[in-house]
Protein backbone atom coordinates (compact mmCIF):
# COMPACT_ATOMS: atom_id res chain seq x y z
CA UNK A 1 0.00 0.00 0.00
CA UNK A 2 2.67 2.72 0.94
CA UNK A 3 5.00 1.52 -2.17
CA UNK A 4 2.21 2.33 -4.57
CA UNK A 5 1.04 5.80 -2.81
CA UNK A 6 4.67 7.10 -2.74
CA UNK A 7 5.43 5.46 -6.29
CA UNK A 8 2.47 8.12 -7.60
CA UNK A 9 5.41 10.60 -6.49
CA UNK A 10 8.52 9.14 -6.54
CA UNK A 11 8.24 7.86 -9.84
CA UNK A 12 9.23 11.40 -11.46
CA UNK A 13 12.38 12.03 -9.88
CA UNK A 14 15.55 10.14 -10.64
CA UNK A 15 16.11 6.14 -9.01
CA UNK A 16 19.60 8.13 -8.26
CA UNK A 17 18.19 10.37 -5.58
CA UNK A 18 17.31 9.19 -2.07
CA UNK A 19 14.41 10.44 0.72
CA UNK A 20 14.01 9.61 4.13
CA UNK A 21 11.09 7.54 4.46
CA UNK A 22 9.23 6.38 7.86
CA UNK A 23 6.63 4.05 6.98
CA UNK A 24 3.62 2.22 8.80
CA UNK A 25 2.18 4.45 12.14
CA UNK A 26 4.26 7.63 12.89
CA UNK A 27 3.95 8.42 16.88
CA UNK A 28 7.73 10.16 16.92
CA UNK A 29 9.49 12.73 14.69
CA UNK A 30 12.58 11.58 12.79
CA UNK A 31 15.65 13.28 13.14
CA UNK A 32 15.81 14.66 9.19
CA UNK A 33 13.20 15.43 7.15
CA UNK A 34 11.29 12.25 6.42
CA UNK A 35 7.81 11.76 4.56
CA UNK A 36 5.76 9.95 6.99
CA UNK A 37 1.88 8.71 6.91
CA UNK A 38 1.07 10.35 10.70
CA UNK A 39 3.01 12.82 13.18
CA UNK A 40 2.51 13.67 16.75
CA UNK A 41 0.94 16.98 17.00
CA UNK A 42 3.86 18.68 18.77
CA UNK A 43 5.59 22.28 18.21
CA UNK A 44 8.82 20.56 16.97
CA UNK A 45 7.30 18.18 14.57
CA UNK A 46 9.41 20.07 11.42
CA UNK A 47 10.76 16.92 10.38
CA UNK A 48 7.50 15.18 9.49
CA UNK A 49 6.28 15.96 6.27
CA UNK A 50 2.47 14.10 5.84
CA UNK A 51 1.86 12.75 2.56
CA UNK A 52 -1.73 10.77 1.63
CA UNK A 53 -0.71 7.53 2.39
CA UNK A 54 -2.09 4.20 3.35
CA UNK A 55 -5.16 6.03 1.47
CA UNK A 56 -7.36 2.57 1.09
CA UNK A 57 -7.33 2.35 4.81
CA UNK A 58 -7.60 5.89 6.22
CA UNK A 59 -9.19 7.93 3.17
CA UNK A 60 -12.68 5.90 3.09
CA UNK A 61 -15.97 8.47 2.77
CA UNK A 62 -19.65 7.53 2.61
CA UNK A 63 -22.95 8.25 0.99
CA UNK A 64 -24.78 8.36 4.10
CA UNK A 65 -28.62 8.04 3.18
CA UNK A 66 -30.00 7.53 6.84
CA UNK A 67 -31.22 11.36 8.59
CA UNK A 68 -29.05 11.88 11.85
CA UNK A 69 -32.93 11.46 13.88
CA UNK A 70 -33.20 8.55 12.38
CA UNK A 71 -30.05 7.01 14.21
CA UNK A 72 -30.46 4.97 17.53
CA UNK A 73 -29.64 7.16 20.26
CA UNK A 74 -26.31 5.18 21.06
CA UNK A 75 -22.75 5.42 20.79
CA UNK A 76 -21.08 3.03 19.29
CA UNK A 77 -17.22 1.55 19.38
CA UNK A 78 -15.88 -1.41 17.18
CA UNK A 79 -12.20 -1.80 17.29
CA UNK A 80 -8.70 -3.28 18.14
CA UNK A 81 -7.90 -2.41 21.60
CA UNK A 82 -5.16 -5.13 22.21
CA UNK A 83 -2.06 -3.30 23.27
CA UNK A 84 -4.10 -0.02 23.03
CA UNK A 85 -4.26 1.52 26.56
CA UNK A 86 -6.32 4.50 25.97
CA UNK A 87 -9.23 2.04 24.45
CA UNK A 88 -9.05 -0.25 27.33
CA UNK A 89 -9.31 2.11 29.87
CA UNK A 90 -12.48 3.46 27.78
CA UNK A 91 -13.93 -0.33 27.68
CA UNK A 92 -13.37 -0.57 31.13
CA UNK A 93 -15.63 2.43 32.23
CA UNK A 94 -18.13 1.93 29.72
CA UNK A 95 -18.86 -1.85 28.33
CA UNK A 96 -22.02 -2.07 30.71
CA UNK A 97 -23.46 1.40 30.17
CA UNK A 98 -26.78 0.97 28.35
CA UNK A 99 -26.23 4.26 26.37
CA UNK A 100 -22.89 2.30 25.08
CA UNK A 101 -22.69 -0.26 22.17
CA UNK A 102 -19.14 -1.53 22.64
CA UNK A 103 -16.98 -4.33 21.10
CA UNK A 104 -13.71 -5.39 21.00
CA UNK A 105 -12.28 -7.31 17.52
CA UNK A 106 -8.77 -8.10 18.72
CA UNK A 107 -7.30 -11.47 18.32
CA UNK A 108 -5.38 -13.46 20.94
CA UNK A 109 -6.33 -10.71 23.46
CA UNK A 110 -6.31 -11.53 27.39
CA UNK A 111 -8.96 -8.46 27.98
CA UNK A 112 -11.99 -9.55 29.13
CA UNK A 113 -13.41 -12.64 26.83
CA UNK A 114 -17.11 -10.60 27.30
CA UNK A 115 -15.82 -7.61 25.24
CA UNK A 116 -15.03 -9.79 22.09
CA UNK A 117 -17.33 -9.24 19.28
CA UNK A 118 -17.42 -9.49 15.38
CA UNK A 119 -16.60 -6.24 13.53
CA UNK A 120 -19.59 -4.15 11.73
CA UNK A 121 -19.42 -2.78 8.13
CA UNK A 122 -19.38 0.96 8.05
CA UNK A 123 -23.15 0.89 7.14
CA UNK A 124 -24.24 -0.57 10.61
CA UNK A 125 -22.11 1.86 11.99
CA UNK A 126 -24.27 4.11 10.76
CA UNK A 127 -27.18 3.08 12.50
CA UNK A 128 -25.87 5.17 15.41
CA UNK A 129 -25.92 8.66 16.42
CA UNK A 130 -22.54 9.10 17.79
CA UNK A 131 -19.56 7.44 16.73
CA UNK A 132 -16.50 6.88 18.65
CA UNK A 133 -13.40 7.75 16.98
CA UNK A 134 -10.39 6.54 18.86
CA UNK A 135 -6.59 6.78 18.55
CA UNK A 136 -5.00 3.56 18.52
CA UNK A 137 -1.11 3.51 17.65
CA UNK A 138 -2.23 7.30 16.08
CA UNK A 139 -4.92 8.71 14.33
CA UNK A 140 -8.83 6.91 14.44
CA UNK A 141 -8.91 5.44 10.89
CA UNK A 142 -12.94 5.91 11.00
CA UNK A 143 -12.64 9.53 11.56
CA UNK A 144 -12.86 10.86 8.33
CA UNK A 145 -15.96 8.72 6.76
CA UNK A 146 -17.66 9.22 10.52
CA UNK A 147 -17.37 12.79 9.74
CA UNK A 148 -18.82 12.66 5.96
CA UNK A 149 -21.79 10.60 7.40
CA UNK A 150 -24.69 11.96 9.29
CA UNK A 151 -23.60 10.79 12.50
CA UNK A 152 -21.34 13.07 15.23
CA UNK A 153 -17.81 11.78 15.87
CA UNK A 154 -17.08 11.81 19.51
CA UNK A 155 -13.69 11.49 21.11
CA UNK A 156 -10.76 13.35 23.36
CA UNK A 157 -8.33 16.28 21.32
CA UNK A 158 -6.28 14.44 19.29
CA UNK A 159 -2.37 13.60 19.57
CA UNK A 160 -1.52 12.58 15.78
CA UNK A 161 -2.18 13.92 12.30
CA UNK A 162 -2.27 12.62 9.11
CA UNK A 163 -2.89 14.49 5.89
CA UNK A 164 -6.50 14.83 6.78
CA UNK A 165 -4.81 17.10 9.41
CA UNK A 166 -6.48 16.45 12.01
CA UNK A 167 -5.22 19.18 13.98
CA UNK A 168 -7.02 21.70 12.49
CA UNK A 169 -10.52 20.43 13.50
CA UNK A 170 -12.58 22.49 16.34
CA UNK A 171 -13.24 21.02 19.06
CA UNK A 172 -17.70 20.76 19.33
CA UNK A 173 -17.62 22.06 16.29
CA UNK A 174 -16.51 19.22 14.39
CA UNK A 175 -16.61 16.23 16.67
CA UNK A 176 -18.05 15.78 20.03
CA UNK A 177 -14.82 16.70 22.51
CA UNK A 178 -14.35 14.33 25.59
CA UNK A 179 -11.64 14.50 28.38
CA UNK A 180 -8.90 11.95 27.45
CA UNK A 181 -9.54 9.94 30.80
CA UNK A 182 -12.85 9.87 30.05
CA UNK A 183 -14.02 10.94 32.59
CA UNK A 184 -17.54 11.73 33.32
CA UNK A 185 -18.60 15.55 32.79
CA UNK A 186 -22.41 15.68 33.71
CA UNK A 187 -23.54 13.79 36.56
CA UNK A 188 -26.30 11.05 35.43
CA UNK A 189 -29.45 11.66 36.33
CA UNK A 190 -31.91 8.69 35.22
CA UNK A 191 -32.09 7.45 32.41
CA UNK A 192 -31.22 10.03 29.16
CA UNK A 193 -33.82 11.20 27.09
CA UNK A 194 -34.13 10.91 23.31
CA UNK A 195 -32.37 13.01 21.35
CA UNK A 196 -34.75 15.06 19.21
CA UNK A 197 -34.13 17.39 15.68
CA UNK A 198 -31.46 16.96 13.51
CA UNK A 199 -27.58 17.34 13.39
CA UNK A 200 -27.34 20.38 11.94
CA UNK A 201 -26.81 23.04 14.67
CA UNK A 202 -26.32 20.45 17.37
CA UNK A 203 -24.20 21.86 20.11
CA UNK A 204 -26.44 25.06 20.81
CA UNK A 205 -29.19 23.35 22.67
CA UNK A 206 -26.33 20.47 24.00
CA UNK A 207 -25.09 23.60 26.07
CA UNK A 208 -27.00 23.88 28.16
CA UNK A 209 -27.24 20.38 29.73
CA UNK A 210 -23.96 18.89 29.27
CA UNK A 211 -20.23 19.99 29.57
CA UNK A 212 -17.92 17.51 27.60
CA UNK A 213 -14.67 19.40 28.90
CA UNK A 214 -15.29 22.15 31.25
CA UNK A 215 -11.75 23.04 31.81
CA UNK A 216 -11.72 24.05 28.17
CA UNK A 217 -13.30 27.24 27.43
CA UNK A 218 -13.98 26.43 23.19
CA UNK A 219 -15.61 23.08 24.67
CA UNK A 220 -18.35 25.73 26.15
CA UNK A 221 -18.79 27.84 23.05
CA UNK A 222 -20.38 25.12 20.71
CA UNK A 223 -20.64 26.81 18.07
CA UNK A 224 -21.59 25.35 14.47
CA UNK A 225 -23.11 21.62 14.68
CA UNK A 226 -25.51 20.46 16.99
CA UNK A 227 -27.92 18.26 18.55
CA UNK A 228 -30.83 19.29 20.10
CA UNK A 229 -30.85 17.18 23.74
CA UNK A 230 -33.91 17.59 26.15
CA UNK A 231 -33.47 18.76 29.52
CA UNK A 232 -31.07 16.52 31.63
CA UNK A 233 -29.64 14.63 29.01
CA UNK A 234 -26.72 13.31 29.39
CA UNK A 235 -23.37 11.56 27.94
CA UNK A 236 -21.99 8.92 29.96
CA UNK A 237 -18.93 10.64 29.87
Known amino acids: VYFFDTYQYTRWFSDQFQWGFCPGD ?15 LTDDNVNSIVMKLDKVRHFIFVEDKKAFTEKKNMVIFRGKVKGKPS ?3 FMEMYFHHPMCDLGDVSKNTT ?17 YKFIMALEGIDVASNLKWVMSSNSIAVMPRPTCETWFMEGTLIPNYHYIEIKPDF ?9 AKNLKGDKEGAFEDLKKSIELNPEGEEAKKFEGQHANFENKTYMPF
Do not use: C, M, Q
Open 87 to 89: RKL
Open 183 to 191: AKAYAERGR
Open 26 to 40: VTFVPDYPSIVKSRP
Open 111 to 127: DPAEWRTEKKTINEHLD
